[in-house]
């Protein structure tokens, strides 16, 4: 084949352990890693000026909206702020319209996301027929279908019924699926508003207990231990949740947790501004919280960070704090809020940050492409950041379809350089580009479902 437009040369990298390096891909893989690479005739030079380079980040938790509510995110529009924020792939939540309870639903969200060709778009199945937490939905089909579905949850919805999560997990186990829990009690937060404490009082909003979150978690690292399966936690928020996995993972209990970036940053006094922008569920917590929260994720406590990725469109979030959504954005602004509260701090180094955002997703939802180590032979999916750079976040720049980003106005430090999907760049020079669209300009391949719109 004559030469193309793939072959790349990075430079002036600087590795997770702090060297200095370039890489150099070709047909999709890593081919070299070193020092001064000499160049081939065909590769593009990209200079990064000393960024760190990452394994392509994986997200095991997005709200992409689509089949339903395409006016707040399609899977494309979605894909496109995960290639902004440094993703390569995202696990798409299955509280959409229809639910993604059958293999027909899971099937069209990984087709809509191969063709948009910005990120793997992986589906996540509901646990419970359409979500109502009584009948399980069609685990098995969804397993088995072209989506190959691995992780299930009812987000949104708690799996209050005990039983129910019994079942669940004792099923998964057979193809080594994992149930991925969201915590909460449904009658001790019935009509809650937000965090439960002095602020949620002074303010006169019903409080969400701590113990509601924890609860769940409680009984279901037990139920987990009790049939031997596999658990995770979405978007911890306690800190007595941390503790609760702590002494789970401590007894050997298969459990896996997550932390959102805006837990690791955000706390409840946010809601003194009575702006439904910071209306989130879970709630933000306490300053004590947040510092569990990092502390647990630095010390491997909690595995990794996910997103829960909310888009909602602005008649939802510009109202009354009572009457508004649930949720923010979180793909375009993660690394940054992760940079500025983990790193930056020296809490945990850019290792633990591959770890946290790359790895341990890709391990936990059997994605067996991702999540590898940058070596040679690899997969190049890359993720570039300047650490030092700074941003005023604006969301009339975001990618996403939907605005609300509760940092908006805000200064966040590392920016983002450039996204490798594949081999070639999502996200470059501050422009997005399908996959597809390269492909085709460089050696004429057609791609399956047609071209990003
Ligand atoms: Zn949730």
């Known amino acids: 084949m004559s030469a193309s437009n793939s072959n790349f040369l990075l430079t002036g990298l600087t590795l997770s352990d702090?060297?200095?390096?370039?890489?150099?891909?070709?047909g999709g893989v890593i081919t070299a890693i070193g020092k001064s690479l000499p160049k081939n005739s065909d590769d593009q030079v990209i200079n990064f000026n000393g960024s760190v380079v990452l394994p392509g980040l994986v997200d095991l938790h997005t709200h992409l909206r689509e089949p339903g509510k395409e006016d707040a995110e399609t899977v494309l529009s979605g894909s496109m702020a995960?290639?902004?924020?440094?993703?390569?792939a995202i696990s798409a939540m299955a509280n959409t319209s229809p639910?993604?309870?059958t293999a027909g639903v899971v099937e069209q969200v990984f087709a809509l996301g191969q063709s948009a060709g910005f990120a793997d778009v992986f589906p996540i199945g509901a646990v419970t027929q359409g979500l109502n937490g009584e009948a399980l939905s069609e685990i098995g089909a969804m397993a088995d279908s072209n989506a190959r579905v691995r992780v299930f949850s009812d987000d949104g919805n708690c799996v209050h019924d005990p039983l129910v999560m019994r079942r669940a997990l004792e099923y998964v186990k057979k193809f080594g699926g994992v149930i991925a829990q969201h915590a909460q009690e449904p009658s001790l937060t019935k009509g809650a508003q937000m965090n439960e404490g002095e602020i949620s009082s002074r303010l006169g909003l019903k409080g969400w207990p701590a113990v509601a979150e924890e609860a769940i978690i409680a009984r279901d690292v037990l139920l987990a231990d009790?049939?031997?399966?596999?658990?995770?936690?979405c978007h911890l928020t306690t800190a007595g949740g941390v503790e609760i996995i702590r002494w789970a993972k401590a007894r050997g209990i298969n459990v896996t947790a997550e932390v959102t970036p805006h837990?690791?940053?955000?706390?409840?006094?946010?809601?003194t501004s009575y702006d439904p922008i910071f209306k989130v569920n879970p709630p933000l917590r306490t300053q004590r919280d947040v510092e569990a929260l990092r502390e647990g994720l630095a010390d491997g406590t909690i595995d990794i960070v996910a997103t829960d990725h909310a888009p909602h469109p602005a008649e939802n979030k510009e109202c009354e704090w009572q009457e508004a959504a649930f949720g923010m954005l979180g793909l375009e602004s993660a690394l940054s809020i992760v940079n500025q509260t983990m790193v930056q701090t020296?809490?945990?180094?850019?290792?633990s940050v591959a770890d946290r955002m790359s790895y341990a997703p890709a391990r936990i939802g059997r994605y067996?492409?991702?999540?590898?180590?940058?070596?040679?032979?690899?997969?190049?999916h890359l993720t570039v950041i300047n650490p030092t750079q700074t941003y005023r976040v604006d969301r009339d720049l975001v990618a996403s379809r939907s605005r609300n980003t509760p940092f908006h106005g805000m200064e966040l430090t590392g920016v983002i350089q450039g996204t490798f999907f594949r081999g070639l760049p999502t996200f470059l020079a501050g422009k997005l580009t399908s996959i597809h669209n390269q492909a085709i300009q460089s050696n004429g391949i057609q791609n399956e479902g047609g071209t990003a719109k």
């Open 18 to 26: 702090g060297t200095s390096s370039d890489i150099q891909i070709a």
């Open 82 to 88: 995960a290639a902004k924020g440094g993703y390569v």
């Open 99 to 101: 639910v993604a309870d």
């Open 226 to 233: 009790h049939v031997q399966s596999r658990l995770h936690i």
């Open 263 to 271: 837990h690791l940053l955000l706390t409840d006094e946010s809601a």
């Open 346 to 351: 020296g809490l945990m180094n850019w290792e």
């Open 368 to 380: 067996e492409n991702h999540g590898q180590k940058i070596a040679i032979g690899a997969p190049a």
